[in-house]
């Protein structure tokens, strides 16, 4: 009998022989502290967690006791007594400090004490983020007397503040990497940040730094990569004594490579943009309205002038920049560029710049226009022809015509500058429209002239469209008779994509 592969000729397997007592208590200590620091690492208070771990053993007690690094993270939910033993365990090993008295019922006298407790140690900073609706005088104090030789990142959020920018840690020079001040103006003494390489400043609503201040303290960052303003830059007042700096040369940022002002509703991001070069920037983002600027394109120029070769870069990866248009705004988007800027009843103004100043004839654009039709027509009439005549994508969707203006100006050629024909937006390619009965008969009979008009020699062909996508409410087309056959064919001819709202 063959038995060859049967249970009887199998090797018999060794049970495996686990050591009696093995257990998380047998790790080396090193080992254990390091499972006990990860444990520990969460978004809130650590210390209560940390002291009760020191509770499961007398092993893990020695191990929390002789762990400095466990101690480290002190925030202002802890209780005084806890964080004076954490002060005490951590020894001399950097502290990570985070303070929020912004809540209400982080204005409990115990958190304020904790605070002071934690000021007398700043030489032990590290990281340190303080967030609160006032400015204690002691707090400053205390930030402007001690060092921090140790300080990597620093926030400073206030809610209510004299003005008066403090001198920070006795104007010593630091290791600060970042830099985040809120509600607070920004100043240092020369060389003191001169490791820093991200700033972010956010001036809480309140009256901002001058120009020339902002652009003084700029000058002292050679090392800065990143550099993030949002609030107000006043212009300095007649015999203010920052009128001596010359900030009307531009200031230039050699390694800045992240660059965004947001100015709100004030028109700062034009003064503070045209007063910086950042030759090697990569990604910008600029936002602010245009209020005291009867030249838009002046201003404009001088806001984004310098950052257009950045923006031109992404022509090389084939990317669409995209134009959002209204009748006070225009947005501006690419790959590294975020641009909104608003005046009055000059959205199509602004966006007519962009189109023509910012691609050049390698960048594809994505024109939405959200705007009353005969303005989405005045927009498109503009932007359709000459050399930038570079809209590949056309947004009507969201015009309150459903874009049958701006349809029937793309049926028929027009006559250029230069007296020649040529047809509308030539490299149309993606549509979207929204329409009602009466703007299905217009875009059918858009698509049937431009069609054949593909055919006409004395006029360059138009580009025939990829995509149409068709939105808008059913119920209001009506008998919608031969439209929706007739477009479904053209597209078909054309070789291209139709989409239709669902239950069409």
Known sequence: MDVTGTEAEQPRQRPVNYKV????????????????????QTSGPCLPHVQELGTVSSTWREVVKGTPRLWCRVTGDDPPRLIERAIHESKDAPLNIKYDFVKPHRVAKSVVESLWLVCAHIHRWRRARLVMRWTPARLLEALATQKAPLLETFTLQVKAHNGVPPKLFQGAILPLQK????????????????????????????????LPSLAAFLQTLPELEEFNFKGTCLQPLAGDSDLSIPYQDPIILPRVTRFSVDTGVFSGVVDISSCLRAPICQEIALEGALVGHSDLSEALSRAVGHFIATIRSTSKLGKCISIVA??????????????????????????????????NS???????????????????????????????ELDLSDTDDGGSSVLQYLSSPILTIAEFRQWPLPRLENLSVGCDR????SLSQMLQIRASGADDMEVSRPAPLKKLKICGDKENWGDNGGFKVEIERLMQEMGGSLSWPVGV
């Open 179 to 210: 830099l985040d001040l809120y509600g607070i103006p920004a100043k240092g003494d020369e060389d003191q940040f001169k490791s820093l390489r991200i700033l972010n400043i956010d001036t809480q609503g309140v009256s901002g730094p001058s």
């Open 326 to 359: 209204t009748t006070s705004s225009a947005d501006l988007w690419a790959l590294n560029a975020k641009l909104r800027f608003s005046a009055d009843s000059r959205g199509v103004e602004i966006a007519h710049w962009m189109i023509h100043s910012i691609p």
């Open 21 to 40: 007592g093995t257990s998380i208590q047998d790790l080396p200590a090193e080992l254990l502290a390091m499972i006990l620091y990860y444990t520990t």
């Open 438 to 441: 009466g703007g299905l008969a």
């Open 362 to 392: 390698e960048m594809e654009v994505a024109l939405h226009a959200r705007l009353p039709g005969p303005s989405a027509r005045d927009l498109v009439s503009v932007v359709s022809v000459g050399s930038s005549s570079n809209v590949t």
